[in-house]
Nanobody
């Protein structure tokens, strides 16, 4: 089992920045991809960004150039630096890890961007 705990959410004005963190624990060896997804109220969960063990990143078009995903060398913490935030970025942000085709999820952290 893999446990994921997110932190760093909160309220920010449009144009501001936030940095989310996700710490993985448990049987983390074998995790090949970690990432962030978000779910706005009343909508489905969507991809924000992912990063593979070799460091290959992938971003949703809506966040390219504004968000940056990174990880520490121990591969147990993943970050999401969010700049130039917009009201439409408001959502619950979930950390995800993939291990042997199994998805693990954190409980989420709320990001609210006011206009």
């Amino acid at each position: 089992q893999v446990q994921l705990v997110e932190s760093g959410g909160g309220l920010v004005q449009a144009g501001g920045s936030l940095r989310l963190s996700c710490t993985a624990s448990g049987f983390i060896s074998g995790i090949n991809t970690m990432g962030w997804y978000r779910q706005p109220a009343g909508l489905t969960r969507e991809l924000v960004a992912t990063i593979t063990r070799p460091g290959i990143t992938n971003y949703a078009n809506s966040v390219k150039g504004r968000f940056t995903i990174s990880r520490d060398n121990a591969w147990n913490t993943v970050y999401l630096q969010m700049n130039s935030l917009k009201p439409e970025d408001t959502a619950v942000y979930y950390c995800n890890s993939q291990k042997l085709a199994v998805n693990y999820w954190g409980k989420g952290t709320l990001v609210t961007v006011s206009s």
